[in-house]
C-alpha cells in the first residue's frame, strides 16, 4: 500500500514537471514569435529605402555631370552605361560591400542578412552574396544600356535576333520583378528579384523599440488639416470687394450729394481702392474718386463690383472733370 502511495506521488511530480517544462517552451516560442514580429522589417520601410537609393543615384548622376558643363556637349554620351556602373560600383564598394547596407537601408536603420545561414543569430551576407549583387544590379543595368545603344542603329539580320533574345529575357526579367513584388505584397519578405534569387532580406540592424502614438496630436492634426482644406475652397467664392463695401455702406453713413463738386474735391485726393493719388482719376457715378486701372481692372474681374466706400453700383465710368482735377482738387 505504502508503495503503491509512492509511485502514485512520484508520477504526480513527474507530470508537474512535464507540464512547467512544455509551459516553459510555449513561452519561449510565443516569445520568439513576439521578436521576430517586432522586429520584422515593414514593406513600407522596404520600398522607402528602395526609393531612397533610386534618388541617390539621379542626385549623383546630376552632380556628376555638372562638373562637365562646360566642356563639349556629348562629351560623356558614348561611355554613359560605363561611367555609370563606375560610379554605381564605387557606391556599392562602401555600402553593401562594408556596411552591408545601401544608403536607403542605412538611413532607414536597416540592413541585409544572409536568409542561407542555418543560424539564429544574425549572419551577415557572404562575400560571394555581394559580389553576385553587384552583377545583377550594377551589371545588369550596364548590359541592358550597352546592349540598346549596341542594337539601336543595327538592320542586320544577326543583330535583329540578339535584340529579339535580349528583348525577351529582359521581358521575363520585369515578369518575374512583378510575381516577386505581388508575393512580397503578401508575405513580406524579399523586396526585389535580386535578394529572393540571392538569399538575402533586410532586417533591423538596431533592435526597434515599440513607439506610443499620441492619437490627441493625430486627432488635432487631421481637424486642422482639414478645417485649412475647407478654407482653402472656401475662400475664392467670397467676394471680399463687395463684402468689405457692403459692410462699410452699413457703418459709415452717407454725408454728401453724389456728384458735387466739392466731394469730389475732398474725395480726389486719393483713390478709394489703392489709397494713393489717382492716376488718370475717373468717377462711377458717386462721389469718390479712383484711378481708371484700378477701377477697370476691378470692374473686369467682378461684372457687379460696387464702390468700396458707399456700396454704389458702377452705372458709368467716367473720367474726373479736368477743372475739378487741376484746380479744386489741389487746394489744401
Not at 549623383?60 to 566642356?71: E, I, K, L, N, P
Not at 552583377?135 to 550597352?146: D, F, N, P, Q
Not at 526579367?173 to 524579399?190: D, E, H, V
Not at 484700378?294 to 456700396?311: A, E, I, R
Amino acid at each position: 500500500m505504502l508503495k503503491d502511495v509512492a509511485i502514485s506521488s512520484q508520477d504526480v511530480v513527474t507530470q508537474n514537471r512535464l507540464k512547467g517544462y512544455w509551459t516553459f517552451r510555449e513561452g519561449m516560442a510565443s516569445g520568439d514569435e513576439n521578436a521576430e514580429r517586432t522586429n520584422r522589417v515593414l514593406r513600407i520601410s522596404q520600398l522607402d529605402a528602395l526609393e531612397l537609393n533610386k534618388a541617390l543615384e539621379q542626385l549623383v548622376w546630376s552632380q556628376f555631370t555638372q562638373c562637365f558643363h562646360g566642356f563639349k556637349p556629348g562629351l560623356l554620351a558614348r561611355f554613359e552605361p560605363e561611367v555609370k556602373a563606375f560610379l554605381w560600383l564605387f557606391l556599392w564598394r562602401f555600402t553593401i560591400y562594408s556596411k552591408n547596407a545601401t544608403v536607403g537601408q542605412s538611413v532607414l536603420n536597416i540592413q541585409y542578412q544572409n536568409d542561407l545561414s542555418p543560424n539564429l543569430s544574425y549572419q551577415p551576407p557572404s562575400r560571394n552574396q555581394k559580389l553576385w549583387y553587384a552583377v545583377c544590379t550594377i551589371g545588369g543595368k550596364w548590359l541592358e544600356e550597352r546592349c540598346y545603344d549596341l542594337f539601336r542603329n543595327r538592320h542586320i539580320a544577326s543583330f535583329r535576333k540578339a535584340k529579339q533574345c535580349m528583348n525577351l529575357v529582359v521581358g521575363l526579367l520585369k515578369l518575374g520583378g512583378l510575381i516577386n513584388f505581388l508575393i512580397f505584397l503578401q508575405r513580406g519578405k524579399f523586396a526585389t528579384l535580386t535578394e529572393r534569387l540571392l538569399g538575402i532580406h533586410s532586417v533591423f540592424h538596431k533592435p526597434q523599440s515599440v513607439r506610443e502614438v499620441g492619437f490627441e496630436y493625430m486627432n488635432r492634426e487631421l481637424l486642422w488639416h482639414g478645417f485649412a482644406e475647407f478654407l482653402i475652397f472656401l475662400l475664392p467664392l467670397i467676394n471680399v470687394q463687395k463684402l468689405r463695401a457692403k459692410l462699410s455702406s452699413w457703418c459709415v453713413p452717407l454725408t454728401g450729394a453724389p456728384g458735387s463738386n466739392s466731394t469730389l474735391a475732398t474725395s480726389g485726393r486719393q483713390c478709394s481702392l489703392c489709397g494713393e493719388w489717382p492716376t488718370m482719376p475717373h468717377t462711377i457715378g458717386c462721389e469718390h474718386v479712383f484711378c481708371y486701372y484700378c477701377v477697370k481692372s476691378s470692374f473686369l474681374f467682378d461684372m457687379s463690383f460696387t464702390c468700396p466706400k458707399c456700396g454704389t453700383e458702377v452705372h458709368s465710368l467716367q473720367p474726373l472733370k479736368s477743372g475739378i482735377e487741376m484746380a479744386e482738387v489741389s487746394v489744401p
